[in-house]
C-alpha cells in the first residue's frame, strides 16, 4: 500500500509568512495529488487537485507542485483564516496532517 | 451547488451494524463516483470504499469485507453498511463525491456525523 508522509507535522507562523508543506509518498505511482484544509468540527475543503490545479473558490495565495513522490502545497502570504489543519491525498490515502498554528 | 447530507444512528452498540445514508441534492448522482471517509477523533482521514451509479464497488482492504456500499440513484441517496464494529469504528463519517476518474480527489462533502460505538 502506498504511504503520504507530510511534514512538518506542525508549523508556526505569523499573519503574512509565506509557508510551504511537504508530502511524501512512499512510492511514484501518479502525479496526481489533492491537498485539503480542515478547521475543527468541519469538514475537509478541496484547494488542489491534480497536484497544482486550483479548485474553483480558492484564493490565489495557495499553491501546489511537484511530481513523482513529493509534492508541496505553499500559502504565499498567511490570513488569519488559513490557520487549519491541510491534509494531502492520494489515490485513497491521507496524508496524517500539518497543524498550521499562529505563531 | 452541489450538497451532501449524511443521516443515521449516532450511537451502535459493539458486534452491531452501523448504516448511515448520504443524500445528494444540487447536482446529478449518476455518472459520478460517490465515497465514505471517516475520521477518527484526533486522527487522519480513512477511505472507506466507492461506489459507482451502476453499482460497482471498491472497499479498503483494511476493512476485512465488513463494509458494504449500495446506491439508489432514483432517490438521489447512497448508503454505508459496517458491520461487526468496535469501538475502533467510533469516528466522523463523511460521504463525498469521488473523481477518481478525473484527477482522484473528493471535491464535494457533507457535514460529517459522528458515530460512537459503545455499550
Known amino acids: 500500500d502506498i504511504q503520504m508522509t507530510q511534514f512538518p507535522s506542525t508549523l508556526s507562523a505569523s499573519v503574512g509568512d509565506r509557508v510551504t508543506i511537504t508530502c511524501r509518498a512512499s512510492?511514484?505511482?501518479?502525479?496526481?495529488l489533492a491537498w485539503y484544509q480542515q478547521k475543527p468540527g468541519k469538514a475537509p475543503k478541496l484547494l488542489i487537485y491534480?497536484?497544482?490545479s486550483l479548485q474553483t473558490g480558492v484564493p490565489s495565495r495557495f499553491s501546489g507542485s511537484g511530481s513523482g513522490t513529493e509534492f508541496t502545497l505553499t500559502i504565499s502570504s498567511l490570513q488569519p483564516d488559513d490557520f487549519a489543519t491541510y491534509y494531502c491525498q492520494q489515490y485513497n490515502t491521507f496524508g496524517q496532517g500539518t497543524k498550521l498554528e499562529i505563531k | 451547488q452541489m450538497q451532501l447530507q449524511e443521516s443515521g444512528p449516532g450511537l451502535v452498540k459493539p458486534s452491531e451494524t452501523l448504516s448511515l445514508t448520504c443524500t445528494v441534492s444540487g447536482g446529478p448522482i449518476r455518472s459520478f463516483y460517490w465515497s465514505w471517509i471517516r475520521q477518527p477523533p484526533g486522527k487522519t482521514l480513512e477511505w472507506i470504499g466507492y461506489?459507482?451509479?451502476?453499482?460497482?464497488?471498491n472497499y479498503n482492504p483494511s476493512l476485512k469485507s465488513r463494509a458494504t456500499i449500495s446506491v439508489d440513484t432514483s432517490k438521489k441517496k447512497f448508503s454505508l453498511k459496517l458491520s461487526s464494529v468496535t469501538a475502533a469504528d467510533t469516528a466522523v463519517y463523511y460521504c463525498?463525491?469521488?473523481?477518481?476518474?478525473?484527477?482522484?480527489?473528493?471535491?464535494?462533502w457533507g457535514q460529517g456525523t459522528l458515530v460512537t460505538v459503545s455499550s
Open positions: 461506489i459507482y451509479d451502476s453499482g460497482s464497488t
Open positions: 463525498a463525491r469521488d473523481r477518481r476518474d478525473y484527477g482522484d480527489y473528493f471535491d464535494f
Open positions: 512510492q511514484s505511482t501518479s502525479s496526481w
Open positions: 491534480r497536484a497544482s
